[in-house]
């Protein structure tokens, strides 16, 4: 077992962020990551919890990922953005506030931005769920 505060954890800023083997620019965004376990062969955890902080008018751009993620929002207001992985259109937009939970399966182009005049801060569980050859 491990107790931690979150304040405990390293308050990450992230610059950028991969889409299609481009370094993608990411605005006003940290990250901490409160729990992560395993190694899913590329370096990143099997599962993880992380707890983001996105400032008035930051984004995290279009992006995906093999990993499946639930978003929590805790406070602030959020555009989410579901796209097209080969136009890059967006295809839907839906706005968050504390309470609201969003779901991305894997490999899903999803990205997101502050609208609000306050932070968004939410927790993030990621968790690689493979398929079962039988």
Known sequence: ???LNFKDCEDVKI??????????????????WLSRSGDDGTG???????????Q???????????YHQTMYFLSGEC??????NTTEK?????????GDFVYIPSMETHGMKNIGKEPVTFLCCIA???ENDD
């Open 1 to 3: 077992m491990e107790i």
């Open 15 to 32: 610059e950028k962020f991969p889409f299609k083997g481009e370094q993608r620019d990411v605005v006003g965004t940290s990250i901490r």
């Open 44 to 54: 990143n955890p099997e599962y993880g919890l992380r707890y983001f902080t996105i």
């Open 56 to 66: 008035p008018g930051g984004k995290i751009p279009i992006h995906s990922h093999f």
């Open 79 to 84: 555009e989410c953005y579901l796209y097209d």
């Open 90 to 98: 967006k295809l839907e937009t839906c706005v968050t506030g504390p």
């Open 128 to 130: 690689n769920v493979y």
